[in-house]
Every structure is written in C-alpha cells, then in structure tokens.
C-alpha cells in the first residue's frame, strides 16, 4: 500500500490506514513493535510530525500503545469496531 501524497486527505490518515491494515493482518502482532517514526518516515518520505500524528492516531484508536523509550507496541486485543 501506498500513500498518495497530492491527494486530498491527510497523510498521517493514510500512514494510520496502512498500519491500520498491517496490524489487522497481522504483519505487525499483538504485544511486538511497530516501525518507530525514523522508520515510517523513510518509507512513506514524510517529515516527522507526520509519522508522529500517524502512530498518535493509532494510539487514539486503541490499536497501539506508546511506551517511553521503547517504541509503540500492538496492543493484546484491538477494540471491535
């Protein structure tokens, strides 16, 4: 998936989306790390206060969970929609 960077929506809505579907997939499993900022920042080429408004998204919605000085890590049980 990629992000479509002169589209009309957000693109730390689009990042939020594809790990979004990554975690549902599980690519990225319950209780492990996602990519931290540096790394979602080489792949989709945005500035950091983008990948950081992204993983912020996915912190809001319940999927993942931020802890200091070691990443953002899936959470055991995402929240039925």
């Keep these: 998936m990629t992000v479509d960077l002169d589209g009309p929506d957000p693109l730390y809505e689009q ?22 900022e540096a790394a979602i920042c ?17 912190v809001e919605r319940g999927l993942v969970r931020t802890v200091r000085g070691k990443g953002s890590y899936v959470v055991d049980e995402p929240p039925r929609a």
């Design 15 to 36: 990042i939020a989306a594809v790990l979004t579907a990554r975690i549902a997939d599980s690519t990225y499993p319950p209780r492990r790390r996602i990519p931290s």
């Design 42 to 58: 080489d792949e989709f080429s945005v500035s950091r206060p983008t990948a950081r408004a992204a993983v912020q998204l996915l």
